[in-house]
């Protein structure tokens, strides 16, 4: 199995986990170009958002 | 895929050109040790995957491999090269690969370069066609985290590895952005403080046990009500708390400390006030300043021109007499007032536009003028509070010297500063708006000189240059100002007993960065769920090759190489250990064994060194057997170190049967006396066999040798044509 097919079905079964949406952000992140930065990235947007929400 | 011929130059232990073919079946290789046989596996291992097993696997010593490629005997002209021809029936192609500087290489597939080779693919993950004796080590008598690795390399699961180790470094090296991380310690930083007052102690507890934000928040107001003595509304108590503390602060020293930085709408407006004032002065302004000096003329027009309208009026009420003395005005006088009227009119509609012009010069001046005062007044205001400190200092030093002698030292500094600042640029707004009064009295009095206008350009840029150095004076003592605040804060806390009061304003007023908080450990605690998801995934499909169709295959082939002298301790499969939650362990494979139907903790603890080694054998048998691997070849290097006796007999009939199900093998030993029985018990398939001879600077010198012995290939011959059931190839292949 190479790593983009992990990652798909890896997804599939998130997606039947309605309870995660970050991970599935996450892996879905890392399927474009299978690198830890794009991984890095989404968590880092992730977390912004949260730090920059309006009181 | 089966490999025909190797040619090696300039490559590891090979010097000069040399070439190797290979029997379709079984060749069999025997040299000394130090004869350079290592170094063919390593030339055929390089070419198919740029590197060797043995200098990937070295990271710790890259240094002591570097450079390792080449062969130091090679002329430096000359390009080290590796060539083999690879077949399939008819089909064929040629491998070459050139080493570079920098252990760089170019390919080239029958004569044309190419970046990769045509097996070459996402889905090359297939078992690699090597069982080389150094690598068994890596597999068995490493601890289990690298065994997992090995496993995973030698299963073709590299990139479910590569996914896992992706996921673990995400989790576990994962940096923040700033931002996070400066809440993050804000957060922590106040219940850190809360934590040291005995009464908010629990408060801190709450927090780090992970409680909800109303838990820790209900903790809070109760701790609130305390301080304040009455019911009070949630709303309230806020404010209340604020007033509680500023009360019982202002009675030990009243003044604060405030340095506000200017706000970005200040900054943008100085700055365009700046490039207005140092430019107000300008060579057109200096001309229509000096065009007005004609209206003291203008004016003289206009009051003449009032007197002609006046007296032609006049002349139109009593014609023919003067109204003023009642004397004769005759024809001529009339015309002659007329004549003077027109002219004095025509005169008014000329300087008009002069006038006009006298007024644009008024209005800016005046609108310099409220520039200047607005600009002026920007900078009291910011620095009044901060400056009216200066009488306080000390009274401030007496409160702040003792336990922060240098914050008291840093804002003293900074008042004296920026008061002397202050007192420059009052200095230069005095001169710079007494110019602009000159100016506008000459305007005025109708005196203008260019002397006046001049020196208010120069008092403008002057007022210019001291309103920018008070900007730098003021931003400068900002983290002064803040640093001796925030001390003044605390030990006004100390000195009027509002310490717990201030954690709790503090508590009350960051509740949303508290909730901020949470999330961000919420979140950053799904991360290491998700780490853990993969491990699991990772773990399970790793367990079902390993304990499925990799136990059963290796147990076939060890099944066969046990011996009758073998005692009851045998491996018996492979597995993913097990947490004591259920959960699979990551990055972790254990080898199983038992003794007389009992489990022992490990075949790694349990087994004999001969015995692992066989079943280091077995297991790269077992997964290149198992693997879809395009290459129908396996090169096997000095198989037999630590065997005995029997187990390296055992381990010929394993060889003899692997050809029988197809492989092509390349077999290469040490051991001349293994090597020959391998030949005697495997003459029939005919083979290759080459001997190492020798070694010198050239490289390993490799001589062909006859499979038998005339009169025993003869003898063979002779017994196929006599067997009934033997078929024509047989007797192809003997007579070959």
């Not at chain 2, 009488?391 to 008291?408: D, K, N, T």
Request: glycine content about 6%; overall charge negative; some cysteine.
């Amino acid at each position: 199995m190479t790593g983009k097919e992990l990652c798909s079905e890896f997804i599939k079964q998130l997606e039947r986990d309605a309870g995660k949406p970050l991970h599935k952000r996450i892996l879905c992140a890392y399927l474009k170009d299978i690198s830890v930065k794009a991984m890095e990235d989404e968590l880092s947007k992730a977390l912004l958002e949260v730090v920059n929400r309006a009181d | 895929m089966r490999i025909r011929s190797l040619s090696v130059e300039g490559f590891r232990g090979f010097n000069e050109h040399r070439e190797i073919h290979f029997d379709d079946r079984l060749t069999v290789f025997y040299a000394p040790n130090s004869y350079g046989k290592t170094s063919i596996t390593e030339a055929l291992e390089w070419l198919l995957y740029g590197y060797t097993s043995k200098v990937k696997s070295a990271e710790y010593s890259k240094e002591e491999y570097k450079d390792s490629y080449r062969n130091v005997h090679f002329p430096d002209d000359s390009v080290p090269c590796v060539t083999a021809v690879f077949g399939n029936g008819t089909e064929e192609m040629t491998l070459r690969s050139e080493l570079l500087a920098d252990d760089r290489y170019k390919h080239y597939l029958d004569g044309k370069e190419v970046a990769v080779w045509p097996f070459e693919s996402d889905d090359l993950s297939a078992s690699k066609p090597f069982i080389l004796q150094h690598a068994l080590k890596n597999l068995l008598l490493v601890k289990p985290s690298d065994r997992y690795q090995a496993f995973a390399l030698l299963l073709g699961l590299d990139d479910l590895g590569r996914v896992q180790d992706d996921f673990v470094s995400f989790a576990t090296r994962y940096r923040q952005p700033a931002e996070v991380e400066r809440l993050c310690a804000e957060v922590d930083g106040m219940f850190a403080t809360a934590e040291g007052k005995v009464m908010l102690a629990n408060v801190s507890k709450l927090y780090k046990s992970g409680k909800s934000v109303d838990d820790v928040y209900a903790a809070v107001l109760a701790a609130c009500a305390t301080h304040l003595k009455t019911d009070v509304e949630q709303g309230d108590v806020l404010p209340r708390l604020i007033s509680l503390r500023n009360e019982k602060a202002e009675a030990v020293f009243a003044k604060p400390i405030k340095l506000d930085a200017y706000s970005d709408q200040q900054t943008k407006q100085h700055k365009v006030d700046i490039e207005y004032f140092t430019a107000f002065v300008t060579e057109e302004l200096l001309g229509q300043y000096l065009e007005l000096a004609a209206l003291a003329t203008v004016n003289h027009i206009h009051e003449r021109a009032r007197f002609f309208d006046l007296g032609v009026e006049l002349l139109g009420k009593s014609a023919g007499s003067c109204p003023l003395c009642g004397r004769p005005v005759d024809d001529t006088l009339a015309e002659h007032i007329r004549t003077c009227h027109k002219e004095a009119s025509e005169d008014r509609k000329e300087s008009a536009q002069l006038d006009q012009r006298r007024t644009q010069v008024q209005q800016s001046l005046s609108s310099l003028k409220q520039r200047l005062d607005a600009n002026h007044l920007v900078h009291v205001s910011l620095t009044r509070d901060f400056l009216a400190l200066k009488p306080s200092l000390e009274q401030l030093r007496g409160i702040l010297a003792e336990v922060h002698a240098s914050e008291f030292q840093g804002v003293e500094d900074a008042v004296n500063h920026v008061d002397q600042a202050k007192g420059q640029l009052d200095k230069a707004y005095q001169t710079a708006t007494e110019a602009v009064d000159a100016v506008m009295v000459s305007v005025e009095q109708s005196k203008e000189e260019s002397s006046v206008l001049k020196q208010l350009g120069e008092d403008l840029v002057g007022y210019a240059s001291q309103a920018k150095s008070f900007t730098v004076a003021v931003a400068a003592s900002i983290p002064a100002a803040t640093s001796a605040a925030n001390a003044l804060r605390q030990e006004l806390d100390v000195r009027a007993g509002t310490e717990d009061v201030a954690v709790l304003i503090q508590l009350l007023e960051n509740r949303k960065k508290v909730e901020k908080k949470k999330e961000i450990d919420r979140i950053l605690a799904e991360v290491k769920d998700l780490r853990r998801t993969v491990d699991q995934l990772v773990s399970t499909r790793i367990l079902e090759v390993i304990a499925g169709e990799l136990t059963s295959g290796v147990l076939g082939w060890y099944d066969q190489i046990k011996t009758s002298c073998d005692h009851e301790v045998h491996f018996c499969g492979f597995d993913v250990p097990r947490t004591k939650t259920g959960e699979l362990k990551a990055r972790c494979i254990s080898i199983n064994a038992v003794s007389y139907g009992k489990s022992l903790p490990s075949a790694v603890s349990s087994l004999s060194e001969s015995k692992l080694n066989a079943l280091g054998l077995c297991l790269c048998i077992g997964s290149n057997m198992n693997a879809d691997c395009p290459f129908g070849f396996l090169i096997i290097d000095d198989p037999i170190q630590s065997l005995d006796v029997e187990h390296e007999a055992q381990f010929v009939e394993i060889l003899r049967e692997l050809v029988e199900q197809g492989k092509q093998l390349v077999v290469l030993s040490h051991n001349k006396g293994w090597v020959e029985r391998l030949v005697r018990h495997c003459s029939s398939l005919n083979g290759a066999y080459y001997e190492i001879t020798g070694y010198d600077k050239t490289g390993p010198h490799v001589k062909w040798q006859p499979w038998e012995k005339t009169q025993a290939r003869l003898d063979t011959i002779d017994a196929i044509v006599k067997d009934n059931d033997a078929d024509s190839a047989q007797l192809a292949r003997a007579e070959a």
